[in-house]
């Protein structure tokens, strides 16, 4: 385990790319034919409310106004740290040790511009582009 403590974020990043596994990467050249709905967290700080009718249209539902609202409100990032189902807090420590790292944090656009150094940006980078050279998703990190 204190092996993984000292491990460089160059050596992660390069451990990680070999197995990744958390998204599997699936040719989305032609999305719009795919029945898979991408949503961002960027655009959903930017406007949750439509963010949620999107979700609402995707999924065939109709809802009141009144309900995508409780929606919206209950969805908030402060409203959803404080809340056991949605951050973890309910799993123990031995599983997940949030003291090491929450599993909510500031929810902030772009804040891993304060968590990674230049050289770990440009290694991120490097690596991301390797992984998802063909994959057509409009990613943004800024609002």
Request: proline share 6%; charged share 30%; aromatic share 10%.
């Amino acid at each position: 385990m204190s092996e993984e403590k000292d491990m460089s974020y160059s050596d992660a990043i390069q451990k990680a790319s070999s197995s990744i596994t958390r998204f599997p990467l699936i040719p989305v050249r032609g999305r719009e034919k795919k029945n898979i709905l991408y949503l961002f967290y960027e655009d959903m700080k930017e406007n949750p409310r439509r963010e949620v009718e999107r979700i609402m249209r995707y999924l065939d539902l109709s809802v009141s106004d009144e309900v995508i609202s409780q929606i919206v409100e209950l969805t908030t990032f402060k409203n959803m740290k404080e809340n056991p189902m949605a951050n973890y807090s309910c799993i123990p420590s031995p599983v997940f040790d949030q003291s090491i790292s929450p599993f909510m944090r500031k929810g902030e656009v772009g804040d891993w511009k304060n968590h990674f150094t230049p050289e770990q940006s440009k290694i991120f980078d490097e690596d991301y582009e390797k992984q998802m050279k063909d994959v057509n998703i409009p990613f943004r990190t800024l609002i």
